[in-house]
């Protein structure tokens, strides 16, 4: 049983004290397994500019709010040296979490990153990577939330399985470097991650909760209708984006459904 849930025709196995399901590798056999140079290309094609504005342009992003120095040098850098100079502490961080031990989720529960599809602000075809609980997943996957992972540990994060969906598997490549890259937004050797529990725990009168749910229709519907409408909108022409806004969040949660969909299949065997 795994939390009063019926293990599927020995698709779930225990490890430890999680369950995983047997066809499942984790994020660290894809770190060793796939390609260096193919996951080094991948993570700067999709995350090469938001790391030029971090650390060349010396932009923050909204997730620092560490007030952490910037070294100031790198303003010198062309962006040839700076991609030169960025490529050496990817190929180092794989290194790094390639020999790193994995020590399994906090609290004791089974992590599972999947993909699904999704568009981005300009409206083009993309993907996202998400997690969620194993347990949770079976015992109620309607509501079982997508979780953060953003300020887990690297050890943690190595130990999520990833979903063996063809549509997962088609952008694996992606996969892992989406989930090196959120994992790693406080360092490639996690440097700053207690300077970001401190800050959190400043801001928030409160200890840093590790794996929140997120609501995924909040990213959507940040601001309410009328807070919406701006000075080069009419009322008609916002109206009209907003049921754009609601018709890409409905293509999202589809496709996020269906993937579960199938992961739940498999695990039932």
């Known amino acids: 049983m795994v939390s009063g849930i019926t293990v599927f025709h020995g698709k779930l196995e225990e490890v430890g004290s999680v369950w995983v399901s047997k066809d499942m590798k984790s994020v660290k056999d894809y770190i060793c397994e796939l390609d260096t140079t193919e996951l080094v290309d ?115 994060v190595l130990g999520f399985r990833v979903a063996d969906n063809e549509y997962t598997q088609d952008i694996i490549y992606k996969v892992i470097a989406f989930v090196m890259y959120i994992s790693s937004l406080y360092g490639y050797r996690q440097e700053n991650i207690e300077r970001f529990y401190e800050s959190y725990k400043r801001h928030n009168g409160k200890d840093f909760e590790p794996y929140y749910p997120i609501d995924e229709r909040s990213l959507h519907f940040i601001c309410d209708d009328q807070n919406m409408i701006n000075c080069n909108e009419t009322a008609e022409s916002q109206k009209m984006l907003i049921d754009v806004r609601k018709a890409i969040y409905e293509y999202e949660m589809y496709t996020m459904r269906k993937e579960r969909e199938i992961l739940l299949r498999a695990l039932k065997g």
């Open 42 to 156: 991948t993570f700067f094609e999709e995350f090469g500019e938001k790391l030029y504005d971090l650390y060349y342009r010396n932009t923050p992003t909204n997730y620092n709010d560490l007030h952490i120095d910037y070294d100031e040098s790198v303003r010198d850098l062309s962006v040839y040296d700076y991609a030169q100079a960025e490529r050496k502490q990817l190929y180092d961080f794989i290194k790094y979490l390639r020999d790193m031990d994995i020590t399994g989720c906090s609290n004791g529960k089974t992590g599972i990153i999947y993909a699904f599809g999704k568009y981005d602000i300009d409206y083009f075809k993309r993907w996202q990577a998400r997690l969620l609980f194993l347990e949770e997943l079976l015992s109620d996957p309607e509501n079982c939330p997508n979780r953060s992972y953003s300020g887990i540990k690297f050890s943690e």
